[in-house]
């Protein structure tokens, strides 16, 4: 078991910017390729950004690819995900994922944060 946690959610007006952080503070965490999902009220958990322990990143459209940036810093054992232009249908709980460690699947999430975006 890997232990996720993510911080930085808020309330922002639309056109704002937010930035997410998960930490999995794990001795092999060099070796994890982590992503981040999004569920909103109603919907299915939506992919929004991965990033391999290579450092190879994808983004789950092209809306997230031109606002969202997703890093990782290996020292300090975080993933981060940079939001900007948020939309109301940004709306959602987003969850920091450990897809693989060692090239083995995984599949461990957090709790989730959320954010929430008026007009």
């Known amino acids: 078991q890997v232990q996720v946690e993510e911080s930085g959610g808020g309330q922002v007006q639309a056109g704002d910017s937010l930035s997410l952080s998960c930490a999995a503070p794990?001795?092999?965490?060099?070796?994890?390729?982590m992503a981040w999902f999004r569920k909103a009220p109603g919907k299915e958990p939506e992919f929004v950004a991965s990033?391999?322990?290579?450092?190879?990143?994808?983004y789950g459209t092209d809306s997230m690819k031109d606002r969202f940036t997703i890093t990782r810093d290996n020292a300090k054992k975080t993933v981060s995900l940079e939001m900007s232009r948020l939309e109301v249908d940004d709306t959602a709980v987003y969850h920091c994922?450990?897809?693989?460690?060692?090239?083995?699947?995984?599949?461990?999430w957090g709790q989730g944060t959320q954010v929430t975006v008026s007009l």
């Open positions: 990033i391999t322990w290579t450092g190879d990143v994808t």
């Open positions: 794990g001795r092999a965490f060099g070796t994890y390729d």
């Open positions: 994922v450990v897809q693989q460690v060692a090239g083995v699947r995984a599949d461990f």
